[in-house]
């Protein structure tokens, strides 16, 4: 449940580009640093667009590795982002990128490959879970609770069935790291325990 304090923590005020005040809810979930970083770089873009500036390099790549959602905030600023495509934005949905894992990955006779399917059903049951569609949305702070989910809610062995799992896992989001759907894999970090397979 959404309390009063936290919608006001995710609200902001700012001024779009015809100097009108709009105010700007951020998602939920949104941190205190993000808010900050979300103001800053939005300031920077509504002040290109009221002075016709190119933007920098990194406000560009900001901009064009944001969420529907976040652009959709942008346009109530009066910024020009160009909205992607449904089509666009299929390819960085949880499920569109397992398929594409398994429709590239060469399983021989005899492989992992149903451990493959066992672990990644449970990515897609806790990205159902936690209303995770877009793999870019999926989070370090995700990716924690989806290891400590899987020994809590799924009843896995922490120090075997749960760390393999990671493992699978982490082969997955490594996959979409390096097709470039993704700015890091969340799984890579010591702080999940994992068998690097």
Do not use: C
Not at 68 to 93: A, F, H, W
């Amino acid at each position: 449940m959404t309390t009063k304090s936290n919608k006001k923590k995710r609200r902001i005020q700012m001024l779009d580009v015809n100097r009108k005040k709009v105010n700007i809810h951020l998602p939920i979930g949104t941190t205190e640093a993000g808010r900050r970083n979300f103001k800053s770089r939005a300031s920077r873009l509504v002040n290109a667009e009221r002075n016709e500036f190119e933007l920098s390099s990194q406000d560009q790549k900001w901009l064009d590795d944001q969420s529907k959602e976040i652009k959709e905030k942008l346009r109530l600023l009066g910024v020009g982002v160009k909205i992607q495509s449904e089509s666009e934005l299929d390819q960085y949905k949880v499920t569109t990128v397992i398929r594409e894992f398994f429709r590239e990955r060469d399983f021989k006779a005899g492989s992992n490959e149903d451990k493959y399917i066992r672990a990644t059903t449970r990515i897609e049951k806790y990205s159902r879970k936690n209303r995770i569609s877009d793999i870019r949305d999926f989070t370090l702070d995700h990716a924690l609770k989806f290891a400590r989910w899987l020994v809590e809610k799924e009843g896995l062995d922490e120090n075997s069935t749960a760390r393999r799992t990671n493992g699978y896992v982490n082969t997955v989001f490594q996959f979409a790291f390096k097709k470039q759907l993704t700015e890091e894999n969340v799984f890579a970090t010591k702080q999940i325990p994992k068998k690097v397979l």
